[in-house]
Structures are given as C-alpha cells and as structure tokens.
Nanobody, 116 residues
Framework: QVQLVESGGGLVQPGGSLRLSCAASGFTFSSYTMSWYRQAPGKERELVARITSFTSSTTYADSVKGRFSISRDNAKNTVYLQMNSLKPEDTAVYYC?????????WGVGTQVTVSS
C-alpha cells in the first residue's frame, strides 16, 4: 500500500538547520509531484515547497525562499527539505504530499519546533 514516512523533525534553536526526509513506497515515485506542507497550531495547512516529476522544477512559499531547499532522489524514492536559518514562525507539523492527476497521498507529519 501507499506509504509516505517523514523523518528529521525536532527541536532546533533560531538560526539553526534541519533536513526533513520523506520515504515513499507503494507507487511510482518518479511520476509524482512531491510537496512539503506545514500546519501551525490554529492555522491552515500551507504549501512550503514543491518539486515536479521528471523536470524537478521547484516552487517555494515566499516565506521560505532563500532559506529552504527541496530535492528528490528518485533512486531512493525519497524527497528532502533542507531548512536553514530557521525562525520561530517555522514551527509547525510538516507533511509530505505526493500528487499525480487524481491521486493525492499524505504522510502523517513530523513536528518541527524552533525555539531557544
């Protein structure tokens, strides 16, 4: 069955870095657009970064441009989110998403907390 398993979250000080990973299985990973979303307490889920299939074109939320970087390794069926210069407002649960046509899959999320 389809699985998206996020890892790499945790507690980090402001200005620090984390790298999130999302390991996928149960579908043809290379054919799917992969995205990271986040949801902070009391707020709606928002798109953080997206990377398309085949061309690996990337899109970022304005709030993370220049600080976050999304990448994918189709040989390992894994998508990454490198997060640098983290701010307290980056605190949220981060979710991995795979999308292709009507197929839309989600992971259970990983908590990222930015605090001193």
């Amino acid at each position: 069955q389809v699985q998206l398993v996020e890892s790499g979250g945790g507690l980090v000080q402001p200005g620090g870095s984390l790298r999130l990973s999302c390991a996928a299985s149960g579908f043809t990973f290379s054919s799917y657009t992969m995205s990271w979303y986040r949801q902070a307490p009391g707020k709606e889920r928002e798109l953080v970064a997206r990377i398309t299939s085949f061309t690996s074109s990337t899109t970022y939320a304005d709030s993370v441009k220049g600080r976050f970087s999304i990448s994918r390794d189709n040989a390992k069926n894994t998508v990454y989110l490198q997060m640098n210069s983290l701010k307290p407002e980056d605190t949220a649960v981060y979710y991995c998403n795979a999308q292709r046509f009507r197929y839309d899959y989600w992971g259970v999320g990983t908590q990222v907390t930015v605090s001193s």
